[in-house]
């Protein structure tokens, strides 16, 4: 804007700059802000429709654009000052409002450059990035010393042309990363095109119509950019009041069913040995004990496998993972093959049989790519719009996180998938206008809040102690490639894990006690079927290993299992050996529906007969333990109390869980004959497994980004 008297009768003293360059300072981060958001969460819900904002993305949202404001005013006020220790400079002198502009804009490129070499460094785009925000503060500085430079610039140094043109450089860079995996959707490639030829386009039309010095340094834009990111704070912190309150909601005719209704419950990623109703010390499971005064409890509970696709496929088939298919086969489905079509799924079966099936479930692992959802009428993955998008490490709120963790908690800015609440408001709103409200109903509901990166909600996550403040998602993966790596492990990385572990669990068994009093609230308690399990557990750095696949030990193996029959009418605990297969089985019995002759599982309410149980795990591509450094393929034999495992890396092992529960003593010295024995009822039973088809399973390089965010893929 050309200099007149007015504009200099505003900046006579150092309060004037001051004042003036805290209010740009603002708007050129407000600026920012709104530009990031857009990056980050409204192309996110655009390009994945089925992605939901929810109450704490807005708290957080609100808490972020706080912080950005904090930040703004601050570095404006600074710049402000420095501009007026330079105010006999041509520029400043010229024009001190256009100048107060440029030097807030400033502090943005810089932000940026410090926030690229704090995350990135030079590392996936990041030197390009720091290019990027150097041409622009060199830009920015010489427009501060040259009025000719300030305005044949023109909008090329407007705070909001510099944010979109930062963050499209970094989403460029993020989309050709993608374009470079060998898993890919012709998409990618189409709007990496379309960014690179914008981002010019978009450079010369700012330089074009700011010419002159048209559009710089008005004051009512500066006060709508601080407007506009002001009104985005407070309408997110309006919108994080929103809550949940379909969980009131009635379900027509549902205690009316002459059959029982079947509610199958898993608890991702929970193992037996750290829920309160199976016996352990920390009161993690609540609702569950108070549910197990109805319920049968079984305490000896193998999964079939030891990662989410393949334990699901054995829960829904009722068959062991070399029968239905659905597992880490590398390199063509080095992510995991689709269930297999040559067995129908329990879904399948009841929906043959009269049940309306319904499905609700958290884990990304559970979508139509692998075939999990066979057999569902509904079957939603309601996926939250995250704080921090997996591969836009070029957001800058990646950094000023960090910054608020210091005054706030920000674990919820790692979270990825949906809260348990979610979960259960999905069913409830999904269930009241029902196709066929006479039918009788199967549930099955899946939830996350034990999985990693362990991040309960509050208060949740300080119920138990351990928890470590300013702890992020990616110093705990650090931590992790360290335990594998080395023998030693951080002192305080199991106690932090644990804690919030055990938070999630008690966070889950709330929601499930929700599941239970809408059954009661709708009369049809007594005459449901529910079954709470768990598809494996977790490692928490035994034997160098973290997270879970990968692995044959108990801690991923031994799972809960807790079945309610119609009517109560079996109830106590119950420590023969049982298996996850056994589910399915068990639940068309109670449903009246023929079982398959296909099904390896067993009615869990029949005869306890003495029975040799299998399981199986497969080189998925996580973070390995340094005796598969790999990935190995293992075999499991269990002969209560004895388990015998062989494994592709050619180590043997057998234990006798009932004085050794954690696999601490290998007996295969110890008991050579025994060994021998189970080994060779081990090689009987792998002559029979069938032969797969091999599957061309490739996932594009968006679906890659969502496991990995979950800990699935390094």
Not at 329 to 347: D, F, H, N, V, W
Not at 578 to 588: E, Q, R
Not at 623 to 635: H, I, L, N, S
Request: hydrophobic share 45%; aromatic share 10%; with cysteine.
């Amino acid at each position: 804007m050309p200099a007149d008297a007015a504009s200099h009768t505003r900046f006579r003293n150092l309060s004037d700059f001051i004042g003036f360059g805290a209010l740009n300072g603002a708007a050129a981060w407000s600026a920012y802000a709104v530009v990031e958001f857009v990056f980050s969460s409204v192309i996110f819900r655009t390009t994945r429709p089925y992605s939901i904002f929810t109450t704490w993305h807005w708290k957080l949202t609100a808490e972020l654009l706080l912080a950005y404001l904090a930040i703004g005013l601050a570095s404006g006020a600074l710049a402000g000052y420095l501009v007026w220790l330079k105010r006999d400079a041509e520029a400043v002198r010229t024009n001190p409002a256009r100048a107060l502009e440029l030097a807030a804009a400033v502090t943005l490129a810089l932000g940026f450059e410090v926030h690229v070499l704090m995350a990135q460094g030079t590392q996936h785009g990041g030197m390009w990035l720091q290019l990027a925000a150097v041409i622009f503060l060199l830009l920015l500085l010489v427009a501060l010393r040259s009025v000719q430079w300030m305005n044949r610039l023109g909008l090329l140094t407007n705070y909001w042309v510099i944010s979109g043109l930062l963050l499209g450089v970094g989403q460029e860079h993020s989309l050709l990363e993608m374009d470079s995996a060998a898993q890919l959707g012709a998409s990618i490639q189409k709007w990496a095109l379309v960014l690179a030829l914008a981002l010019p386009v978009i450079a010369a039309l700012a330089v074009w119509a700011g010419r002159g010095g048209r559009f710089a340094a008005d004051r009512r834009l500066t006060l709508a950019s601080v407007v506009l990111g002001t009104g985005l704070t407070i309408a997110s912190f309006a919108l994080s009041f929103g809550g949940s309150s379909a969980v009131e909601a009635a379900s027509p005719g549902l205690g009316q069913s002459a059959r029982p209704n079947v509610v199958l419950i898993v608890m991702d990623t929970v193992r037996a040995d750290h829920i309160s109703a199976l016996g352990y010390d920390q009161d993690t499971t609540p609702r569950l004990k108070e549910l197990a005064k109805d319920a049968v409890v079984y305490t000896n509970t193998s999964s079939a496998s030891d990662i989410t696709i393949t334990s699901h496929a054995s829960l829904f088939t009722g068959m062991y993972p070399s029968w239905h298919g659905a597992y880490c086969q590398p390199p063509e489905a080095i992510y995991g093959r689709e269930l297999s079509k040559t067995y129908p799924t329990l879904a399948e079966l009841m929906q043959a049989n009269g049940y309306e099936t319904v499905g609700v479930a958290a884990n990304l692992y559970l979508r139509s790519d692998f075939g999990l959802e066979r057999g569902f009428q509904e079957f939603r993955i309601p996926r939250p719009v995250p704080m921090l998008p997996d591969g836009a490490p070029f957001l800058m709120r990646r950094t000023v996180r960090r910054g608020l963790s210091f005054v706030a908690d920000t674990s919820q800015f790692d979270r990825l998938y949906s809260l348990g609440e979610d979960i259960d408001s999905t069913l409830f709103s999904t269930l009241e206008h029902r196709n066929k409200p006479s039918a009788p109903l199967f549930v099955f509901l899946n939830y996350m809040d034990a999985h990693f990166p362990y991040v309960p909600p509050a208060p949740y996550d300080s119920k138990f102690p351990g928890k470590r403040s300013r702890m992020t998602q990616d110093i705990l993966e650090e931590e992790q490639l360290a335990i594998v790596r080395t023998p030693t492990q951080p002192a305080d990385y199991r106690p932090h894990c644990v804690s919030q572990y055990d938070g999630g669990i008690a966070y889950e068994d709330a929601q499930i006690g929700r599941v239970v009093d809408w059954l009661k609230r709708e009369k049809a308690y007594d005459n449901t079927m529910i079954i709470v399990a768990s598809d494996h557990g977790e490692s928490f750095g035994e034997r160098q290993h973290v997270g879970h696949a990968n692995s044959p030990y108990q801690n991923l193996l031994h799972v809960p299992l807790l079945v309610k029959y119609p009517h109560s009418t079996l109830h106590g605990v119950e420590s023969r050996p049982v298996s996850l297969i056994d589910v399915a089985p068990s639940v068309l019995a109670a449903a009246q529906a023929p079982v398959p002759p296909a099904m390896q599982g067993k009615n869990l309410a029949g005869s306890g007969e003495p029975r040799t149980l299998y399981a199986e795990t497969f080189p998925c591509p996580v973070m390995q333990a340094p005796e598969c450094p790999g990935g190995c393929t293992a075999k499991v034999i269990y002969q209560w109390p004895m388990k015998y495992v062989t494994s592709s890396n050619g180590k043997r092992s057998l234990f006798d869980l009932s004085v050794d529960p954690n696999e601490q003593h290998s007996l295969l010295v110890l008991q050579p004959d025994r060994a021998t024995e189970m080994d060779t009822a081990l090689s009987s039973w792998r002559k029979n497994l069938p032969a797969q088809k091999r599957q061309n399973k490739q996932m594009d390089a968006e679906k890659l980004k969502q496991l990995k965010g979950l800990g699935y893929i390094q």
